[in-house]
């Protein structure tokens, strides 16, 4: 008999990969690579995030962080930049960006981040009173 081009088919199972990861798995994963010192995985799983998920704060921010671990300075800035274009708020960005601006000489641009760093933390707090 002919097969039956609607017959149910068994699934086939597949073993989930980092690639079928949703976000919030695949950023823990990232961050987990970067803690374990893996920089070259952990730079991978970015690449791999930003393909699947596009563009996202916190993945910009882990690449300014490995950058910036492997002395990159230039290219760490580029993307904690990124990643306050993203989210302007975020805060590990800010501090991170400050420090590498002062580490720089640029004591102005470092202290303006601090500040806004500052008015954000401030502002967060007062909505946690009312």
């Known amino acids: 008999s002919a097969p039956r081009p609607f017959a149910p088919r068994a699934p086939i199972p597949v073993a989930p ?6 976000g919030a798995a695949l950023l823990a994963h990232i961050a987990a690579l970067a803690n374990e010192g893996k920089s070259s995985d952990a730079r991978q799983a970015c690449e ?32 904690y930049r990124k990643a306050l274009y993203l989210e302007p708020q975020h805060s590990e960005a800010l ?31 007062s909505e946690r009173k009312q």
């Open 48 to 79: 791999q995030f930003l393909q699947q998920h596009g563009p996202h704060a916190q993945v910009f921010y882990w690449l300014g962080l490995l950058s910036d671990v492997e002395d990159q300075a230039a290219q760490a800035q580029s993307f």
């Open 95 to 125: 501090a991170h960006l400050a420090a590498l601006l002062a580490a720089q000489g640029d004591a102005a641009g470092a202290q303006r981040l601090q500040e806004r760093a500052a008015r954000h933390e401030r502002s967060v707090h």
């Open 17 to 22: 990969t980092p690639a079928a990861c949703s």
